[in-house]
């Protein structure tokens, strides 16, 4: 059986780190897959378009919204074509959505706030039942959620404390360091590298060039895309590209 976890493409890695844990809950049961290029034919209609019996395979559709993800046209597209075919929708809702704000349709829909402290235990109640599963496996919820948090950080600042929503970032007003502007020039000479090759680049720790990363995605300077093996892979964007002519480095 099959469950697709579908999300816009900035927070990917929210998606890998609930399809680990999903998968390791139920190895003998489902699959979960992860839309990995969510700017082509949303994950579950290019799916059912291969293959019409694949329907039978499919038992949820797990909807990642945020307060970014539904900005997004194809949050709800992927949420109407699931309707329409009867797969089980949840959506699961963070950083800025809480289930009581989601918009119609998607509101219709049993959903789950990912700050609550038994998310997990829900979730995974919840699925159990839709794969006929009687007994859930020891799982350590504790340690999903930091791991969910710390990527949600990563995403965006502030979002796995679940601070106020609209919070200003300070960062955002501050002019790029040094180090910003040579990670702009590093990316705009390649075709987007991971966090590891960068720090290996700088010859710097891993951690130090996360947080610099961090803020250049969360300021539209720089994006991120899966890169295979739960990798993210960060690529110049046009504000990145617009800042450096501007500045005269390119």
């Not at 194809?74 to 950083?95: D, L, Q, T």
């Not at 790029?176 to 710097?204: C, K, M, P, R, W």
Request: proline share 6%; hydrophobic share 40%.
């Amino acid at each position: 059986m099959k469950i697709f976890i579908t999300h816009i493409q900035e927070e990917f890695q929210v998606a890998m780190v609930l399809k680990k844990w999903i998968e390791s809950a139920f190895p003998e049961h489902c699959e979960v897959m992860v839309s990995t290029d969510p700017e082509s034919i949303p994950a579950v209609a290019q799916y059912l378009e291969k293959d019409e019996q694949a329907l039978e395979e499919i038992k949820a559709l797990i909807l990642l919204c945020s307060s970014h993800s539904l900005q997004k046209p194809w949050i709800p597209f992927e949420a109407g074509c699931a309707w329409i075919r009867k797969i089980f929708i949840i959506p699961v809702c963070y950083s800025g959505i809480s289930r009581e704000e989601l918009p119609q349709p998607l509101s219709i829909f049993p959903g789950f706030d990912l700050e609550q402290r038994d998310f997990g235990q829900k979730l995974f109640m919840t699925l159990a039942k839709e794969l006929g599963v009687s007994e859930l496996p020891a799982i350590q919820y504790r340690q999903m959620r930091q791991e969910i948090n710390q990527v949600i950080e990563t995403i965006h600042p502030g979002a796995a404390d679940f601070s106020r929503p609209g919070a200003p970032q300070e960062a955002a007003e501050l002019p790029l360091e040094s180090l910003h502007v040579q990670i702009l020039l590093v990316l705009n000479d390649g075709f987007g590298y991971t966090s590891a090759v960068l720090a290996e680049h700088f010859q710097t720790e891993e951690k130090k060039i996360l947080p610099l990363l961090k803020r250049l995605v969360e300021e539209n300077y720089v994006y991120a895309s899966p890169a295979g093996m739960g990798h993210v892979r960060y690529n110049m964007a046009k504000r990145g590209k617009s800042y450096l002519q501007e500045q005269g480095l390119i």
